[in-house]
């Protein structure tokens, strides 16, 4: 079995069983770019090597030599010679890019022998010492396991020693002795010498980057990040490009464009006489691009020209790395950039106006769920603001938040529901946990591609990094910027787009679609077929879901309008009344206000239908807690409180407790409620269709549809259905006006759903309640679900993901496909929409569209989400 495949044997298609990095490589090399010639170890052998419990497959380490004499004949070098050695970098390299997670050896090869061949060859012994102490630092921390700082105590040392800033301008003789210090060190932490044979040396290492696949860092970015672990990672073995090599060497990375905004435009970063990863490390504050056409014109433009050439090639953004040997450019990796919301829009809307793609590819392309970060609030541009400093600004969005300076912390504070922001001198893979759960990370060293800015962009996270006016001290957990000193737990804001960092809380604002966004949707409407409608319960909700494209409203809670301030007592006298006489009289004095309600979101909405859920919780919800009753009708008590009061609080106890319910969730709610107390749903519907008729008589287009919640049966809905229509005949009778009348129904029990055909007959449109469709197939209540166990069945894979997110297609998502059939097969033209929490979600959407409903509601905010991944599943 092949094994091992040469970059000229491979190609960009083969990233499954080369990885990203060396299906890239092998591109690279076949278009005719200069890479430094290598092979990749497979994917496969991965697999192999964890399923025979940590040995090689056969063959493969034969398969290795094998090419590795390849690359000496190409090179001219030879693996261990001690006249004219090759070294190679050993790369590790997965399916998706995991930036930073996996690990790296650069110039494996050199021992006490060859590096003295190094010395010779280069006329370069500082080079050469600089080389030996990066690979054996890398190589013990990697592949031995020895602790990174034992060798940076060393060279911090010896830097203090010297009175220099950075590791260049560490002298050959100096670094010759750095090397036998870290020999020292290997030798006092592992109790073996620094191994000197390059073939147990690539051996190892090899090993190491099948074994990284699995470190806690791999494991936990693959978890928040939804990569699955059989995946599995390839081995690239490449031969070394130097960039330490003197004034006319160096390494950086670039994106063909801006990763933070999208702008058309060369973005990258580079150091003169460095190697590998030390742009991204920020061991020095690198250059800006743009400064290697003063450096280095004619490697600067044969750059420019080899970045275009492979955006056309892979039609896309790419993240650069290269290295300069000598003034010979060497390219070393290409990849899809990783890229903001914002950018991730105008790079798609440019580069169909630029012919490169086409509008559907476009589409395709914008990860909806990526798309919440432009739908969050940012800082109102009007608000005074102290601004402490500024920074890069690495990845936009604002936030506010405590100030904490460790990840372990910035974890726990934000599970115990505080807003964080982790502010760092820089970060590292290690800080991963708490870079997920802070609001925003501040770092006060690194440029645009350090490990900070480029997790963040990932995250979506706003994020400021080089940041050097904040002096952090980690030992007193405080910052000073100037003359101020801000503690741990202390607000501050930061503002990702611009750099700004802020003083304290900071006012925001809804956000609104830029033109890249709306021109995305407006491709992506041409396209999907599903409607897209939002769940509204105020004017002001519907007014916003419009604006974002809403063709409709799904779903109009009506209890919220019974919850405010000024309702409630009405209500409460409601639910108190002993008599139908009291009922009716309190439900009178509700007419007016729920008429109000429903006249502001119908107009808001008008030509669009709107539709009204008759109420669904169980009354006592709007009753005090029975708990909270008790303690205060005994405080009133001890001390001598008003008899009056404490008469009516006894009396509102003993409604409460009489209305108690053993499992409310399953108890006397939906039209339950409207079968026992037909006034309550009465009221309901005169208020819609009295406000309905008064917007005709103004000349607005009201589209109310009336929705009847949790239906087990038919007759339950010919019962209510009859009513209501009822009703709306009066009230057309009465006001002379000519009403649309649609009832329908929601599909949240089983029950419902397998009598579907019976159902229709009374129903004009289904509305899968999704939520709660949830809780009573899977029989979870969902906030005792989610609080207490759901999560052993998500570790347990039982269930693949929390049902309440992403729909449960195979259970519920089959209730709601026999609905939809039973549903189409009563009444041909009966409208099919969803309006549980699944309508924003976009693997819900998709499972939406396949089943073909007319429509998906989710909020507001989601709308452009969902139009977006409905144009996804229709393509
Ligand atoms: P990561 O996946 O973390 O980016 P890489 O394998 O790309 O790790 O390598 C880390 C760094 O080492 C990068 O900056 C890369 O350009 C550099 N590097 C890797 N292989 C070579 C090589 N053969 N010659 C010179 N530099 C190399
Ligand atoms: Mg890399
Ligand atoms: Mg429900």
Redesign the pocket.
């Known amino acids: 079995k092949k094994y091992v495949y040469l970059f000229k044997e491979g190609n960009a298609d083969m990233r499954s069983l080369l990885g990203g990095?060396g299906a890239g490589l092998a591109e690279m090399s076949n278009i005719g770019l200069p890479v430094?010639p290598?092979f990749t170890i497979t994917t496969e052998a991965c697999n192999e090597y964890y399923e025979s419990g940590l040995d090689f497959p056969e063959g493969m380490l034969g398969q290795v030599w094998a090419s590795l004499k390849v690359i000496e004949d190409q090179t001219g070098k030879e693996f261990g010679s001690p006249t004219n050695p090759l070294l190679?970098?050993v790369?590790?390299?997965a399916v998706f890019s995991m930036?930073?997670m996996?690990d790296?050896v650069?110039n494996l090869g050199l021992n006490d022998t060859t590096v003295q061949a190094l010395v010779a060859n280069s006329q370069d012994e500082r080079f050469a010492m600089d080389c030996y102490r990066r690979f054996i630092q890398m190589f013990s921390d990697i592949v031995m396991g020895i602790e990174h700082y034992e060798f940076e105590n060393v060279l911090v040392n010896t830097k203090e020693t010297l009175g220099v800033k950075y590791d260049n301008e560490i002298d050959a003789a100096t670094m010759r002795g750095v090397v036998e210090e870290f020999k020292k060190v290997v030798k006092r932490e592992s109790g073996r010498e620094f191994p000197q044979d390059p073939k147990e040396q690539l051996v190892m290492a090899i090993k190491a980057v099948f074994s990284s696949w699995n470190n806690d860092r791999a494991i936990y970015y693959r978890k928040i990040n939804n990569i699955p672990g059989h995946l599995g990672t390839a081995v690239?073995v490449?031969?070394?490009?130097?960039?330490n090599m003197g004034g006319d060497c160096g390494?950086g990375?670039a994106f063909t464009r801006n990763p933070s905004t999208g702008e058309k435009a060369l973005y990258g970063e580079y150091l003169i006489n460095a190697?590998?990863?030390d742009?991204?490390a920020g061991i020095r504050t690198p250059q800006p691009i743009s400064k290697l056409k003063e450096e280095m014109p004619a490697v600067f433009q044969q750059f420019v020209d080899t970045c275009l050439l492979l955006e056309k090639h892979y039609k896309d953004m790419q993240d650069i790395?290269f290295?300069i040997e000598r003034g010979k450019l060497?390219m070393?990796?290409t990849r899809t950039g990783k890229r903001t919301a914002p950018a991730a829009l105008r790079i798609a809307v440019e580069m169909v106006n630029e012919g490169l793609i086409d509008k559907n590819t476009a589409v395709q392309r914008i990860d909806p769920a990526q798309l919440d970060q432009l739908l969050h609030r940012r800082i109102d541009p009007n608000a005074s603001v102290e601004v402490l400093a500024k920074g890069l600004p690495a990845s936009p969005g604002a936030a506010s938040g405590k100030v904490v300076f460790s990840a372990d912390e910035a974890e726990q504070m934000a599970d115990d529901g505080e807003k964080v922001i982790l502010v760092r001198m820089e970060t590292t893979p290690d800080d991963i946990h708490g870079m997920v759960k802070a609001q925003a990370i501040l770092t006060s060293r690194g440029g645009m591609t350090s490990h900070a800015a480029v997790v963040a962009r990932g995250m979506g996270k706003p994020c400021i990094c080089g940041c050097e006016a904040i002096k952090i001290d980690y030992a007193k957990e405080e910052f000073a910027v100037g003359s101020r000193v801000f503690k741990k737990g202390e607000l501050i804001s930061v503002d990702g787009g611009t750099g700004r960092v802020i003083a304290g809380e900071i006012p925001m604002i809804d956000p609104e679609l830029n033109d890249d966004f709306v021109t995305m949707l407006y491709w992506a409407d041409e396209i999907r077929t599903l409607g897209v409608r939002a769940n509204a319960d105020t004017p002001e909700d519907a007014e916003k879901a419009r604006a974002f494209g809403a063709e409709g409203i799904g779903l109009t809670r009506t209890e919220h309008m019974f919850m405010a301030q000024d309702r409630l007592p009405v209500v409460q006298q409601m639910i108190m009344s002993d008599t139908l006489e009291e009922r009716e009289a309190a439900l009178a004095k509700l007419l007016p206000m729920q008429q109000g309600d429903f006249y502001g979101i119908l107009k808001a909405m008008q030509g669009l239908p709107v539709t009204i859920r008759l109420l669904d919780p169980p009354l006592h919800e709007f009753l005090p807690n029975i708990e909270d009753l008790m303690v205060e009708i005994t405080t009133l008590k001890l001390t001598n409180g008003d008899p009056e009061v404490i008469k009516k609080k006894e009396t509102i106890l003993k409604k409460a407790r009489a209305l108690h319910e053993f499992n409310p969730m399953l108890g006397h709610r939906g039209c339950r409620l409207g079968i026992s107390n037909p006034e309550i749903y009465a009221m309901q519907v005169k208020a819609i269709f009295y406000a309905t008729a008064q917007l005709i008589k103004e000349g607005v287009d009201a589209k109310p549809e009336v929705m009847i919640p949790l239906v087990i049966h038919a007759k339950e809905l010919q019962v209510l259905r009859d009513q209501a229509a009822a009703i709306a005949e009066e009230i057309k009778v009465e006001t002379g006006v000519d009403l649309p009348v649609s009832i329908g129904t929601m599909i949240e029990i089983p029950r419902a759903a397998l009598t579907a055909d019976e159902v229709a007959e009374y129903a004009e449109f289904f509305s899968f309640g999704t939520n709660d469709l949830t809780q009573t197939t899977l029989g979870f209540s969902r906030d005792d679900a989610e609080g207490k166990f759901m999560h052993y069945y998500i570790e347990k894979k039982i269930l693949e993901e929390n049902p309440f997110v992403s729909i449960d297609q195979t259970g519920v998502g089959k209730l709601v496909n026999i609905a939809c059939e039973l549903g189409r097969k009563a009444r041909p033209n009966i409208k099919l929409g969803i309006c549980g929490e699944h309508g924003g979600e976009p693997r819900s959407i998709e499972f939406c569209h396949n089943t073909g409903l007319t429509y998906v509601s989710c909020s507001p905010f989601r709308v452009p989400i969902a139009r977006l991944a409905a144009a996804q599943a229709a393509a």
Not at 238 to 243: D, E, H, I, Y
Request: charged share 10%.
């Open positions: 990095k430094p290598g190679v970098s790369r590790s390299g930036p930073g996996m790296t650069l690239n490449q031969s070394m490009a130097f960039g390494t990375v190697q590998g990863e742009v991204v790395e290295t060497y070393l990796q």
